[in-house]
């Protein structure tokens, strides 16, 4: 495959406007990934697209109303933000974050497109630029821009530098806990916090119910950490994350997969469209597309 500077996410339907970013970018002598292009025929999809997310430097996202609503495209997100890709987000409309896109976008620098396109690819340009500029110096690594993990090695040098101070205070909370009634209160709080626990990893995530139950219960769990003692609580923010990812892009792909089957018409449509209608609600509630499936129910009678 090569070796490329840049992944290039965008929807399918933003292509034209893709095609020209990448023909800017690549002017001034750095190199793009970009789909369908740079695959080669025959390949796996899937697996050739996350082999070049892995390879390339930095992940420019062509963010719009469609590509927010692209499984794909979120899926692509998520590869780059797990393996702590350098984000670089081109926002071409007036569409705002929600859900996954929210959480791994929101606190990043956008360029946004304006009414004179060339000087907004000159910027996209720029940054590239100073990325690879500041990359050559040693000034940063290849994994800038992701707060989270750039906060991960902070806290690690806090922990260091406040060591004693945490030994200090572990000892006055461990000399609270143990005290009086509030002892007994912290150890009916934790054994019940423990039992939620345990239920919820015991649930395996074959189904959809069972994803969206453990989510629930691990949630649960979270909700009530402000009731026992930092020593006994468990860090379920990766886990809520990964089960709310999941949920999603369930929901996504069959909803869209749903619409589309829908389209036809047709006796095998509408059974292929009422399955994945199903699977998306068991993902989400959404009152739109319950109204959907209702439709495709009441016309199923014109195919007996």
């Known amino acids: 495959m090569g070796n490329f500077d840049i992944f290039i ?5 933003d292509k034209l406007l893709a095609d020209q970013v990448v023909s800017h970018i690549e002017e001034a002598g ?8 740079n695959i080669e025929g025959g390949a796996e999809y899937s697996e050739i697209i996350e082999k070049a997310i892995l390879e390339c430097k930095i992940f420019l996202l062509i963010f719009s109303e469609d590509s927010e609503k692209s499984p794909w495209v979120k899926s692509e997100l ?5 393996e702590n890709k350098y984000l670089l987000p081109y926002k071409i409309d007036a569409t705002p974050l929600k859900g996954t896109m929210r959480l791994l976008l929101n606190d990043k620098h956008w360029i946004e497109r304006g009414s004179d396109e060339s000087k907004q690819f000159d910027l996209l340009v720029s940054a590239v630029q100073n990325y690879f500029a500041l990359l050559a110096k040693g000034e940063i690594d290849e994994v800038s821009n992701n707060n989270y993990y750039a906060n991960i090695a ?11 101070i945490s030994v200090i205070v572990i000892l006055i909370a461990v000399a609270a806990i143990f005290s009086g009634n509030q002892y007994f209160k912290n150890k009916k709080n934790i054994k019940l916090y423990q039992d939620i626990l345990e239920q919820a990893f015991s649930i395996d995530e074959t189904t959809v119910n069972n994803i969206v139950n453990k989510r629930n219960i691990l949630a649960e ?3 009530m950490e402000n009731t026992i003692p930092v020593s006994h609580r468990k860090n379920l923010a990766d886990q809520l994350f990964q089960l709310d990812f999941k949920i999603d892009s369930i929901y996504s792909t069959n909803l869209e997969s749903a619409r589309w089957f829908a ?16 699977v998306a609600l068991q993902a989400k509630e959404d009152s739109v597309a319950r109204r959907e499936l ?5 016309r199923k009678d014109n195919y007996e």
């Open 221 to 223: 769990a979270r909700d």
């Open 294 to 298: 209702s439709a495709i129910i009441a």
């Open 154 to 164: 902070k806290n690690r040098k806090r922990k260091k530098i406040f060591l004693g």
């Open 78 to 82: 998520n590869i780059a933000f797990s």
């Open 263 to 278: 389209k036809a018409e047709t006796k095998h449509g509408d059974k292929q469209a009422m399955e994945c209608y199903k």
């Open 30 to 37: 750095f190199s793009c990934w970009i789909a369908p292009r």
């Open 9 to 13: 996410s965008y929807s399918s339907k």
